[in-house]
């Protein structure tokens, strides 16, 4: 088992940033690849990045290049997102996943086997 616990959320004007952390405790060796993904009210969830944790890469969806950017400290078992330049579409709930199976696209969040609480990122205009 794999336990996640988000931090970081909070209220920004636009522009703004963020850093979100994701500690991760358990039987994080297993794990392959772990993401965040964001889910604002009425719509389905999606992916923001993944890291891959053997090869240390990184994807990114298209809406947030350059905005965003996708971390992680090894020793502290923790991912980070650093979310700068900041816009209105960017408020949702932001999760943490992680993944001990990698058995399909990084984009999928049905393809990541565990799951934070999520966290509350606001952006006003």
């Known amino acids: 088992q794999v336990q996640l616990v988000e931090s970081g959320g909070g209220s920004v004007q636009a522009g703004g940033s963020l850093r979100l952390s994701c500690a991760a405790s358990?039987?994080?060796?297993?794990?392959?690849?772990m993401g965040w993904f964001r889910q604002a009210p009425g719509k389905e969830r999606e992916a923001v990045a993944t890291?891959?944790?053997?090869?240390?890469?990184?994807y990114y969806v298209d809406s947030v290049k350059g905005r965003f950017t996708i971390s992680r400290d090894s020793a502290k078992n923790t991912l980070y997102l650093q979310l700068n330049s900041l816009k209105p579409e960017d408020t949702a709930v932001y999760y943490c996943a992680a993944d001990t199976r990698n058995l399909g696209s990084w984009i999928d969040p049905a393809k990541y086997n565990y799951w934070g609480q999520g966290t509350q990122v606001t952006v006003s205009s």
């Open positions: 890291f891959y944790t053997p090869q240390v890469s990184t």
């Open positions: 358990g039987y994080t060796y297993n794990i392959v690849r």
